[in-house]
């Protein structure tokens, strides 16, 4: 099998997650607690968690942008963000996810049973997010160098990527993805995926995280 043909195989063994992101804002609502937020482990049974919910960001606490006229943080209320399904929700089709007002109000059965919100939204926002989040599965990284060797023999250093694909799903992840790709292609030009062909290197470490060999 040529490099092409590798590459459009790789691109396509990468398997993706849908979410449904809900935002929620209340004008009134106090938080019991301070923070960006909180993940939901997989651990927790899914009679704790029926509605599939992976985590949820206090967005009124982890951004300061709403500020009054003297540059002061305004009263803004509270705003958070519900986000649910993910590797739940693998291998379901179209039409079998939730409906956006379903969504919403499984975001509002979250955060009362977690924060003790009891009233409704005064405005929300649903949207599905689908084959959003890449999957890192077993072999990940062979099927980047595919990529990489693609790439370089399709395109001769003309096409560089990056994503939530190539290294890292979070934003500043992104970002910092972004920001090297830029610099490949000024420096002239390659993949963006030149690091998975580099040796690793591997150090034992003991459970404190203090390295034990190199």
Known sequence: MDPHEKMVGALG????????????????????????????PRSVPLEQNPEFAL?????????????????KRANIGTKLTVIMGGHYWSGLEEG???????????AKRVVRRHLGVEEGPEAFNTTLQRDCIPQYTVGHETRLSHIHEGLLETFNGRVTVAGAWTGGVGVNDCVQAG?????TVAEGGGSGLEWVKRKKEWVWADAGGRVISA
């Open 55 to 71: 985590g949820v960001v206090f967005d009124s606490d982890a951004t300061t942008l709403d500020t009054n006229l003297e540059g």
């Open 96 to 106: 079998e996810y939730p409906t956006e007002e379903e969504g919403l109000e499984m």
């Open 179 to 183: 920001r090297k790709a830029a610099i």
């Open 13 to 40: 063994n990468i398997p993706t997650a849908t979410v449904m992101v809900i935002n929620l804002y209340y004008p009134d609502t106090h938080l019991p607690v301070e923070g960006f937020g909180y993940l939901i």
